[in-house]
């Protein structure tokens, strides 16, 4: 009878340091979870800015196109008239340039716009990845910390009761 408690003593601590890594393990996947999702969020961040710049240089492209179709059309027609490409015709095409321009800078600010905003949310999303892998880690670590205080309080128990050199039957310490 006298060898079944340690027996049972041990297999509790066996069951106890089991629940504590089942524990934290749990929450370290978890944390581990949301660092990737947070890393693939940071991803998409990253494709939508190289996207945007894609689709802003194609409105771009078009304004450029546009530009170039009203100097023709206004050559074309000042040339079909008899008009020489100065004084009045000149003046609208000036005036149609000024628009191009402030066209190109408003759209060319907007990009800027754009592209700032998914750089701020992607460098979020790097942060938050790092402080789940932290969160992860530092999980990881105070479940080792608990096992380790498992094993220590059973192993006093056990000294305590004389399984291991301890003595149960006196009360004293062997220390003294």
């Not at 490409?85 to 402030?102: A, F, H, R, T």
């Not at 759209?107 to 992607?122: E, I, K, M, T």
């Amino acid at each position: 009878m006298g060898a079944i408690g340690p027996i049972l003593f041990g297999a509790k601590l066996l069951s106890d340091i089991n629940a504590t890594r089942q524990e934290y393990k749990s929450q370290q996947r978890a944390y581990e979870a949301q660092a990737d999702n947070a890393r693939q969020n940071a991803a998409i961040q990253q494709k939508q800015r190289e996207l945007q710049a894609d689709a802003y240089a194609q409105k771009q492209g078009k304004l450029n196109d546009r530009m170039k179709l009203v100097r023709g059309q206004a050559a074309a027609a000042a040339g079909a008239g008899g008009f020489t490409m100065d004084g009045s015709v000149n003046d609208i095409l000036d005036s149609s340039y000024d628009e191009y321009k402030k066209d190109s800078l408003n759209l060319l600010s907007q990009q800027r716009n754009d592209s700032w905003s998914n750089y701020v949310n992607q460098v979020n999303y790097i942060n938050q990845a790092n402080a789940y892998d932290k969160a992860a880690s530092n999980v990881r670590k105070q479940g080792h910390q608990k096992i380790f205080g498992t094993i220590l309080g059973a192993a006093a128990q056990a000294y305590g009761n004389g399984w291991f050199g301890g003595s149960s039957s006196t009360g004293q310490s062997s220390w003294a």
